[in-house]
């Protein structure tokens, strides 16, 4: 893995990463392909909606379909029928929502399945192997996710498995190609913030995540705990915040200085009717749409915008016809990835506060 810093205006940044299935300019966004899909889209409408890369879930694929049969397939690549990047999470949030179902120790998680409640076991090295032998072009390390508030000692304990978890994925990683990040914690505890930072920094890994955010939290102190934590990390490796995905977020994460981003967002609400605007979001059955002949976002470009009507998308869903979703699914995903590269555009030309302050006017 190769990052190149292209240009910086204020903290933005604008980039390039070069992966083993092909480059990914960035701040760039990520739909989420949980279990080896991103739901109701094809490989070829993501390439339309100008998507670099895609996030698929170790938690999940390890459940289902399983190791054996993603290595017969000949990898996650060709599983999925997608050419370009992907990068997994570990599944340590997925293992920390089933707090129920798991058994945390030093070690590792032993946890239950939500599917048949048969039993598991995910280490720092069992993650990275599957992983690898995926062939995704990043892999994450294992981690401990905190929900918030906190107390200060479960955060320090996250923090210090987190960080022993990554030097053994570390000592672990044996594909170069497959690039392995590290995820800070620390809840929104500055000095465990710059701890987490500080000893995953010293194992010198191609980027680095800022995980255990959006997990009860309110926006602006997300907003300034990523900040404070972008600020220790290398100025000359990738930064990703984990799990951030509407039009405010991307757009102050960005002005943070962190570089990619995913979250499932776009596609819950295209599946539930609610299409993201630069605007705002539309909640396309109000009863508003129902002779509106206009384009959803008639600023934006996509497929569905010139060429669909909102009375139309509103008929859709009320007829409960699958089209709709999928519509609305690759609205969205179109949108924001739009949204990447006009930042990415506006950083390079020095325009970035610009952007910024027209998309976001209540800041």
Request: aromatic share 8%; charged share 20%; with cysteine.
């Amino acid at each position: 893995m190769e990052f190149r810093l292209i240009a910086q205006d204020g903290r933005a940044r604008r980039g390039s990463l070069r992966l083993a299935h092909g480059s990914v300019e960035t701040p760039a966004f990520m739909p989420v392909g949980t279990a080896a899909t991103v739901k109701g889209l094809l490989p070829d409408e993501l390439r339309q909606a100008q998507t670099q890369i895609v996030l698929a879930n170790t938690y999940h694929l390890w459940l289902r379909p399983g190791r054996q049969i993603l290595i017969e397939a000949g990898g996650l690549h060709r599983f999925m029928g997608w050419d370009g990047p992907i990068l997994t999470d570990s599944g340590g949030f997925q293992v920390f929502s089933l707090q129920s179902r798991r058994r945390l120790d030093d070690d590792g998680v032993t946890f239950r399945s939500h599917l048949d409640g048969s039993e598991h076991r995910f280490t720092p090295e069992s993650v990275t192997a599957f992983q690898e032998a995926l062939g995704v072009d990043i892999a994450m390390v294992l981690d401990v996710c905190v929900k918030l508030p906190a107390t200060f000692d479960e955060l320090e304990s996250a923090v210090r498995r987190t960080s022993t978890w990554a030097a053994r994925s570390a000592a672990a990683h044996t594909n170069e190609s497959t690039a392995l990040f590290a995820i800070v914690q620390g809840g929104l505890n500055e000095g465990l913030r710059e701890l987490s930072a500080a000893q995953l920094v010293a194992l010198d890994l191609p980027g680095y995540a800022i995980g255990g955010l959006s997990v009860g939290e309110t926006r602006q102190e997300m907003y300034a705990t990523a900040a404070l934590t972008a600020a220790q990390l290398p100025i000359d490796k990738p930064r990703y915040l984990m799990g951030v995905g509407t039009v405010a977020d991307l757009l102050e994460a960005i002005d943070c200085g962190i570089d990619m981003f995913d979250c499932v967002y776009p596609t819950r609400c295209g599946r539930n009717g609610r299409a993201m605007t630069r605007g705002g979001d539309l909640a396309i059955r109000n009863a508003a749409f129902t002779h509106d002949y206009s384009p959803l976002d008639p600023g934006c470009d996509c497929l569905v915008c010139t060429r669909f009507t909102r009375a139309y998308l509103a008929h859709l869903f009320r007829a409960n016809e699958m089209l709709g979703p999928r519509l609305l699914s690759y609205h969205n995903i179109y949108l924001l990835n739009a949204l990447m590269r006009d930042a990415r555009e506006a950083i390079a030309a020095g325009r970035w506060p610009a952007l910024r302050d027209r998309l976001l006017p209540a800041r």
